[in-house]
């Protein structure tokens, strides 16, 4: 008895290529990459920070910088029919704290002529203000309150944490944003232990709401104009 020979299956075409590409090895210039961008930004974020929280007047010693001298700084301005120009104002003088209890003889604070601080900086320099009203921290720093440069410092702290973000990933993964260097930052994804995944992912959130937050501020502070914080 002969056995039916089966019929044969359509074909089912070309198989196509897989979407998935073998994920490179972690390159050392990625990790070292993203060391760097680490360090940098826990700096400038401790920086930005503090100098928010200073310049918000709710920490700190408040009271009042006596002025003894101010010397300007300038540099070449851009006109070729303008000279020098200043751009900042150190002022040097004796702190004295509202409440008596802190005395900083050899106290300075530097001035910006230009954004959230000039106000001040114009204070000394045009009206030849004798005295200041300050916030000293613990280390001797002064800075005048104002809400500006909260709004300011939070924008540059919070972009600053999601770089520390970014360069956190390619720390771990050793991804380069060079094509070809290491893995990319889709396929670093993949490299991100498990404990770890959430933490980055909750690092991108909470940089990139508290941006937006921040920028809204910064843009409602313009808008309203309430720049400056009393003392308390």
């Known amino acids: 008895m002969k056995t039916p020979t089966p019929s044969p299956q359509p074909s089912a075409g070309p198989s196509s290529p897989e979407d998935t590409s073998p994920v ?24 930005t920070f503090f100098n928010a929280t200073m310049s918000s007047g709710y920490v700190g010693s408040h009271g009042k910088l006596a002025i003894s001298k101010c010397v300007e700084d300038y540099k070449e301005s851009k006109s070729a029919n303008v000279g020098p120009v200043a751009y900042q104002t150190t002022c040097h003088g004796t702190f004295r704290s509202s409440d008596g209890e802190v005395v900083d003889r050899s106290a300075q604070i530097t001035l910006s002529m230009n954004g959230a601080e000039s106000e001040a900086a114009n204070k000394v320099t045009d009206e030849h203000a004798k005295e200041l009203s300050v916030n000293r921290a613990g280390n001797g720093t002064l800075a005048i309150t104002n809400v500006e440069s909260v709004a300011n410092y939070l924008c540059g702290g919070f972009f600053l944490l999601l770089v520390f973000t970014y ?26 232990p498990k404990p770890l995944r959430s933490t980055e992912e909750w690092l991108w959130v909470i940089g990139g709401i508290g941006l937006v937050l921040a920028i809204l501020f910064r843009l409602a502070v313009a808008a309203f104009g309430f720049a400056t914080l009393p003392f308390q």
Request: aromatic content about 8%; some cysteine; overall charge positive.
């Open 167 to 192: 360069g956190f990933k390619c720390a771990l993964t050793g991804s380069f944003p060079k094509k070809g260097v290491g893995p990319s930052s889709k396929q670093a994804d993949q490299l991100i």
């Open 24 to 47: 490179p090895p972690p390159a050392l210039m990625g990790r070292i990459f993203g060391i760097v961008l680490v360090v940098l930004t826990v700096s400038g974020m401790c920086w």
